[in-house]
């Protein structure tokens, strides 16, 4: 099972800040927070990881609080090409790493 | 870096018969994982390799799914007999090693029709 939880969809417009929060209650000491991006037809994409405070790329900027127990992710200025599904990852540590995935944000960004 | 390869990017079969896929991996990446993405639902993790061994196959329905990875690099899948459930995208994705904190980097995926 997925060890986060984030909401099933959201909607903005261009130009918005969005702000997707993920709650992962059972955070181990050692675990990152990973985020990826997907387009239809096409696999997820890795944006932005971090492990406490605030991380930022050229793509995001992800806010952790000191409990780490969730995450924020914050795309500035949305575009239409923003319109994604976002899943918020904590890795599994069961027979080696790996990610498993729930069922991510579906965000749609309207004109 | 070129990116993980996959193909063929569309198949369509009929029930019962059997269908591969094939996925090469980014030069260099230690491990290897396919996942298979119902319409609506996030990816499902069937196997994980590194290298030319299997780590984890606990999710793979082993009486219809096989794969393998024999040289430790190009790996494919296989389903036999397949059934109309199987009508998903199969994804496939490779990470250095072990450690998931260096991200994965996925293929765009084979879209499979079951009909």
């Known amino acids: 099972l997925a060890k986060t939880t984030q909401p099933i969809s959201m909607d903005s417009y261009e130009g918005q800040e969005v702000n997707i929060t993920c709650s992962h209650n059972n955070i181990a000491t050692n675990d990152y927070i990973t985020w990826y991006q997907q387009f239809p037809s096409q696999g997820p994409r890795f944006i932005i990881q971090?492990?406490?405070t605030k991380v930022t790329n050229e793509v995001a900027s992800l806010f952790i609080p000191a409990d780490r127990k969730s995450s924020t992710l914050s795309l500035p200025r949305v575009s239409l090409s923003d319109t994604a599904v976002y899943y918020c990852l904590v890795p599994v540590y069961n027979q080696g790493g790996k990610l498993i995935f729930g069922q991510g944000t579906e965000l749609s960004v309207k004109p | 870096e070129a990116g993980v390869a996959q193909s063929p990017r569309y198949k369509i079969i009929e029930k019962r018969q059997s269908v591969a896929f094939w996925c090469n991996p980014i030069?260099?990446?230690?491990?290897l994982y396919w996942y298979q993405q119902i319409l609506g639902q996030g990816p499902k993790l069937l196997i994980q390799?590194?290298?030319?061994?299997?780590?984890?196959d606990s999710q793979l329905p082993k009486d219809r799914f096989s794969a393998e990875r024999l040289k430790g690099v190009d790996s494919t899948l296989k389903i036999q007999p397949a059934k109309l459930e199987d009508s998903a995208v199969y994804l496939c994705?490779?990470?250095?090693?072990?450690?998931?904190?260096?991200?994965?980097?996925f293929g765009s995926g084979t879209r499979l029709t079951v009909v």
């Open positions: 390799f590194q290298n030319n061994g299997v780590v984890d």
């Open positions: 994705a490779s990470s250095l090693d072990l450690q998931v904190s260096y991200g994965y980097t």
């Open positions: 971090g492990y406490k």
């Open positions: 030069s260099g990446h230690a491990t």
